[in-house]
């Protein structure tokens, strides 16, 4: 069965119930994921500006290409996923045991 997907509220709420939410290695995980969503969010700001933009060619000649950011932000979002699975993980392997039939169980795979 496929892992269910987490969100990142749902991660802290379980490392608080297992113990690990001040754990080094958690925290620097959940520092890293706000900084990839603060760039996340940078890159859709400037998207929203528009998909194209111009620019000026070593001639000095005017083009309308892609704005670049397009292809970076399936990147970044991916990135930020693979964050919250190390997340999950450190919650996991580092936690103490909870009991019998937790709510963590059901998102293991």
Do not use: H, W
């Not at 994921?33 to 060619?57: C, D, N, P, R």
């Amino acid at each position: 069965m496929a892992r269910k997907k987490l969100s990142f509220n749902e991660i802290m709420k379980f490392a608080d119930q297992y113990g690990v939410k001040d754990n080094v290695l958690f925290v620097s995980a959940a520092d890293r994921y706000a900084e990839q969503m603060k760039l996340i969010g940078e890159i859709q700001k400037s998207l929203g500006e528009g998909l194209l933009m111009e620019t000026v060619g070593s001639m000095g000649q005017k083009k309308v290409e892609a704005n670049p950011l397009v292809m970076q932000l399936p990147k970044y979002n991916e990135v930020a996923n693979k964050t919250l699975g190390v997340m999950l993980d450190i919650v996991e392997k580092i936690g103490a045991p909870a009991a019998q039939d937790d709510d963590l169980d059901e998102f293991r795979a």
